[in-house]
């Protein structure tokens, strides 16, 4: 059951790197604009979406 | 010697009005299902075809996911078919399909919708409670809160009650759930990123902020009264009847849960004599 619920709480991260990866990537796309040093829309995303899915957990909110 | 029967109660008076409305099949119940979530299931190869344009996709499936919840919500009290009829499994299967844009399981909302009933406005034990606010504004912040990681309130009330009801509904409610990030995953990474937002995942914020507001907050607000006649009251909404998804006449369904929701606004009228001697907020309406 503890480790059912780690898996829950690693939801926020897990949802950075399954879901906004790709739309950052999209986003970046949509707007002609090219990511810093070089790195891929994608490995933008991925790097932009884990770290807000990190923050977003251990602080609980998405917003504040 | 003529022996006068004595006037039967208030209480009396109040349940022989709301059995008149009790009962029959909801039709409308059953029809906005199989048109609502087969509508927004059909969105998905319509837009993902071309013939459709994802704007005019993701207006409606704001509607339909904002639409979602109440067929499942007469579902939920066994409205449509009552337990012990053999086509109960009518009832279920409304109830789950109903429920598939906004993809949560009959059995959570079942669960935590009863337990909202049984505690109405308890700080501590009904599940709706984090919805309390005085002003719209609030309760509009109150909906953003809810929406974040481990805010809402219905995963620690399903733990709290233990019961198999419980147990089986919170196994419901995470294989949803991993199945529906699962599903946006597999969309956003396949190249749909944009339908899974706007069709989805955008539709989804935006109609629980409104159920939230709506269904949880505006029939109960400021969820400081308790009480079988003072935990809910009736409203007029700007937006009418079926704008406000037959919230103005909310505090019918507390009365008499099994009354249809199509029905509640006639039973309000025949009720509204006792509501008043009551002393009910009926908010003008």
Known sequence: MRLIAFGFSLGPILFGIGFLAPLIAALLDAAGLRAPFGVSPLTAGLIVGSLLGLVARQRRTWLW | ?285
């Open chain 2, 1 to 285: 010697m003529v022996e006068l029967a004595a006037p039967p109660s208030l209480r009396a008076r109040e349940k022989a009005i709301a059995d008149r409305f009790i009962g029959g099949f909801p039709w409308v119940m059953v029809l906005w299902p199989l048109v609502n979530t087969t509508l927004w299931l059909s969105l998905w190869p319509l837009v993902m075809t071309g013939l459709l344009p994802l704007w005019a996709g993701f207006l409606i499936a704001t509607v339909n996911v904002t639409a979602a919840y109440l067929p499942s919500h007469d579902a939920q009290h066994h409205i449509i078919v009552p337990e012990g009829s053999r086509w109960h499994w009518f009832n279920e299967l409304i109830g789950w399909y109903s429920l598939i844009p906004m993809f949560v399981p009959l059995s959570v909302l079942r669960v935590t919708h009863f337990e909202h009933h049984r505690h109405t406005n308890d700080p501590a034990l009904d599940p709706d409670y984090p919805m309390a606010a005085s002003t719209l504004a609030g309760a509009l912040g109150k909906a953003l809160v809810k929406g974040q990681p481990l805010h809402e309130r219905y995963g620690e009330t399903l733990r709290r009650l233990g019961t198999p009801a419980a147990k089986q509904a919170m196994l419901h409610g995470m294989v949803m759930k991993v199945l529906q990030y699962s599903i946006l995953a597999g969309l956003a990474w396949t190249g749909h990123v944009w339908e899974a937002l706007l069709l989805w995942w955008l539709p989804l914020k935006i109609g629980s902020v409104y159920i939230n507001v709506y269904l949880s907050w505006a029939p109960h607000q400021p969820m400081s009264r308790r009480g079988r006649y003072q935990d809910t009251r009736a409203f007029r909404s700007m937006w009418g009847n079926i704008g406000s998804s037959g919230m103005q006449y909310h505090i019918i369904h507390h009365l008499y849960p099994t009354i249809p929701l199509s029905r509640n606004p006639a039973a309000f009228r025949a009720l509204r004599p006792i509501l008043e001697e009551r002393g009910c907020d009926l908010g003008g309406l």
